[in-house]
């Protein structure tokens, strides 16, 4: 069986190193070493959780850009061994949206467009979709449609802050409403927003488009500098409440 491309996104490793003791991660050289030793020994969610810490401290450098696309390809082949393609689909997304073009981030294009099963994502607005808010934390929103053939939409908007890994998101928000639209455009209703205040949603391909009025009593459903506006990439057919 072939071997993952593992090799292209990951740091040189001592040998041995998968069998070593559990490492600190308190920089990104050591994050990505607990990391590669964590997938080497087949525990890809503790990977993962590394390599997420990875980001974090690489996002906090300064011409961070190779570190962060290190660390995005890093979660990129994590994900797909996990089973979460449209997961490695965002990752991935975020380091083609800063123009990464390295030779990980190349070959990762092909494993991730192979393992999406693109048709399903596109077969209805309904499924789970993510927004990043930084410090490898998402926002996410979900669409669901009902028995009488109308969609139900809740938004989990988060800001991420400086300290997620002590403290969890600096705010954390909540939006749920009905889609009134068709063809691509979309408005929010029912969500007990105060009047003039609108979050209207462009459905475009896979992804969504929202846009909303910023004003103090329009964000009153989350925390300080909270908002559900932003692009969002469709990761699964399935809103989380029907994911398995």
């Known amino acids: 069986m072939t071997r993952p491309v593992i090799c292209l996104a990951l740091l040189p490793l001592l040998a041995g190193i998968a ?23 087949g525990r890809y969610a503790d ?15 300064q011409d961070s850009s190779a570190a962060r696309e290190l660390a995005l390809n890093n979660l990129v082949v994590t994900s797909l061994r996990l089973k979460q393609p449209g997961q490695a689909r965002a990752w ?49 929103l979900d669409i669901s449609r009902q028995a009488d053939g109308s969609y139900r939409v809740n938004f989990s908007p988060l800001r991420a802050g400086g ?6 998101p600096a705010a954390i928000g909540q939006l749920q409403g009905a889609l009134q639209g068709e063809k691509a455009y979309y408005q929010l209703t029912n969500t007990g927003l105060p009047s003039g205040c609108s979050v209207e949603l462009l459905h475009e391909g896979l992804d969504i488009q929202v846009l909303e009025v910023i004003d103090q009593q329009c964000q009153q459903y989350g925390g300080a500098g909270i908002s559900v506006a932003g692009g969002y990439l469709k990761v699964s057919a399935e809103p989380a409440s029907q994911a398995r």
């Open 92 to 140: 991935l997304n975020l380091a083609l949206a800063d123009g990464m073009q390295g030779n990980a981030t190349r070959n990762n294009l092909r494993s991730v467009a192979a393992a999406v099963d693109y048709p399903q994502l596109a077969a209805s607005i309904e499924g789970r979709y993510l927004r990043y808010a930084g410090a490898a934390v998402w926002s996410s």
């Open 163 to 168: 300290k997620v890994e002590e403290y969890g």
């Open 19 to 41: 069998q070593a003791a559990p490492q600190p991660c308190d920089s990104v050289s050591l994050c990505n070493a607990a990391g590669t030793a964590a997938y080497q020994a």
């Open 47 to 61: 990977a993962a959780e590394a390599f997420e810490r990875q980001l974090r401290r690489a996002e906090q450098e």
